[in-house]
Nanobody, 121 residues
């Protein structure tokens, strides 16, 4: 079974920075995409950023220029560097992985349990 473990959330003042990490473990045959989504209270889960194993990145317009996604393929670990944080970035951040566990099994989406990010003075 594939597991995703997030870390790095917390409370930060507006303008501050945080770095989230997500480590994938288990029987992974191949990874297609890793990414971060977030869900604020009363709102739907939304994409923050994704990265493919080829290095292609995609960002939500609201975080472009402030957040940077990166990955370490050898460690199956992904990071989200968040700078210039705003109160509207407050949400639970979820790690996402699309991967195959075997060559003959279709790609499956996996989710972490989430880590809280609160931006407040």
């Amino acid at each position: 079974q594939v597991q995703l473990v997030e870390s790095g959330g917390g409370l930060v003042q507006p303008g501050g920075s945080l770095r989230l990490s997500c480590a994938a473990s288990g029987s992974i045959f191949s990874i297609y995409t890793m990414g971060w989504y977030r869900q604020a209270p009363g709102k739907q889960r939304e994409l923050v950023a994704t990265i493919t194993t080829g290095g292609s990145q995609n960002y939500a317009d609201s975080v472009k220029g402030r957040f940077t996604i990166s990955g370490d393929n050898g460690k199956n670990t992904m990071y989200l560097q968040m700078n210039s944080l705003k109160p509207e970035d407050t949400a639970v951040y979820y790690c996402y992985l699309r991967a195959r566990v075997q060559a003959v099994v279709p790609p499956t989406d996996y989710w972490g349990q989430g880590t809280q990010v609160t931006v407040s003075s």
